[in-house]
């Protein structure tokens, strides 16, 4: 069966930065674009960005713009979000999720979803 298991998630104060990894397994990872969600408490989930089957494309909701960077290695059946000068508005819980589209930016476009990782940023 499909998982997708994220890591990487934590504490980190204002301005600071991590690295979220999520680990595909049973399925043709190349064949998926791999997208981020994040949901706050009490919030709807919201659409992070996206990275193309290849990695050759991104995209970003407005917010992250700048900050935040996808990326994949089709080799490691993985995809990365570096998030940089992280804010106390980032703090959520980080979905990556997998569609057979080019390109999804709502959630019911995904196919399959990990279990999430928390990210809390300080003040």
């Known amino acids: 069966q499909v998982q997708l298991v994220e890591s990487g998630g934590g504490l980190v104060q204002a301005g600071g930065s991590l690295r979220l990894s999520c680990a595909a397994s049973?399925?043709?990872?190349?064949?998926?674009?791999m997208g981020w969600f994040r949901q706050a408490p009490g919030k709807e989930r919201e659409f992070v960005g996206v990275?193309?089957?290849?990695?050759?494309?991104?995209w970003y909701t407005d917010s992250v713009k700048g900050r935040f960077t996808i990326s994949r290695d089709n080799a490691k059946n993985t995809v990365y979000l570096q998030m940089n000068s992280l804010k106390p508005e980032d703090t959520a819980v980080y979905y990556c999720?997998?569609?057979?589209?080019?390109?999804?930016?709502?959630?019911?476009?995904?196919?399959?979803w990990g279990q999430g990782t928390q990210v809390t940023v300080s003040s």
């Open positions: 999720a997998a569609t057979s589209l080019r390109y999804g930016s709502r959630w019911n476009q995904y196919d399959y």
């Open positions: 049973g399925l043709t990872f190349s064949q998926y674009a």
């Open positions: 990275i193309s089957w290849s990695g050759g494309s991104t």
